[in-house]
């Protein structure tokens, strides 16, 4: 993921800077589920899906889709985002009525202060989680931003690179990090990456089900992906090993109140289609539990 120059980012972002100033993006709650077509669930789409579109159309796909939630990633908006730049981003999203609810997913190291400026940047968008790879000394200091900041870090497991397993592989792991931590400090779980898990020479067959009870009220997000290892490459919902019925099961038992951020990274030319069909499935499941 690589964060846009200065110059591309003021392109896509220049229309909204004279609008109306947006006041600050209240914090998302989980609508109602009567009047939610996704089962009570806050369902949106990690921006990234969308990572070879400008933001603004960006945008536009996502609210073509009927989602009104992102989780941004820093190619559409940098860290390094200016005042300006931040309050031109929101203005944007206020236009297609799109709630920022996460932002990531970013690295976190020792180093504090750097850490506090991240987490400056995610109040000022208006986040409430950040989605993180964060270094096992990172910690200490993730314990106080997120109590003073009240917003969420949320460890995200990738899948194998080259010869080794991410080292945040399994809710195992990250629970076994996180248990004596402060509350705010959780995952987001990927089943796409849970599912790369199983390929050779790793054979870690992870339930994506299973790993969601592991964190229990430790979940604060989800990537939800569909993963073929044969091809090795995303597909939808269904035609991998991904059952979002039972994935979502899961969280309804532990009372999951965090997001989902529906990520595709197959054909990013034009993802759309295969989201829209992914949705379908996401529907059809919440008919089936209930």
Known sequence: MCALSRRQFLQTT??????VALPAIARAAAPRQDDNPFGGFTVG??????????????????QMLGLRYV?????????????????????????????PIAFGVERFTKDHAANRRLFTFARDLGVRYLSADPDPDSFDSLD??????????AIHPHGPAGKQLHRWYSAEVIMEAVR??????????????????????FNR????????????AR???????????????DVVFGR?????????????????????????EANPQNPTPDIRACLDVFRESVRKLS
């Open 14 to 19: 220049t229309a909204a800077a004279g609008a």
């Open 45 to 62: 789409i990690q921006s990234y899906s969308y990572r070879m579109l400008t933001f603004e159309r960006a945008l536009e796909q996502i």
């Open 71 to 99: 989780e941004l990633y820093r190619g559409h908006v940098p860290t390094t985002a200016t005042e300006a730049q931040i309050k031109a981003a929101r203005n944007l999203l206020e236009k297609y009525r799109i709630t």
């Open 144 to 153: 106080k931003l997120v109590a003073e900041f009240n917003i969420g870090i």
């Open 180 to 201: 004596n931590r402060h509350r705010l400090v959780g995952t987001c779980l990927d089943t796409g990456h849970l599912i790369r898990s199983a390929q050779d020479p």
């Open 205 to 216: 067959k992870l339930d994506p089900a299973q790993q969601v009870r592991v964190m229990g």
């Open 219 to 233: 979940n604060f997000g989800m990537h939800l992906k569909d993963h073929d290892n044969k091809t090795r490459t």
């Open 240 to 264: 991998g090993v991904l059952n979002v019925p039972n994935v979502l099961r899961a969280l309804r038992e532990v009372k999951f109140q965090g997001y989902i951020a529906i990520e595709y």
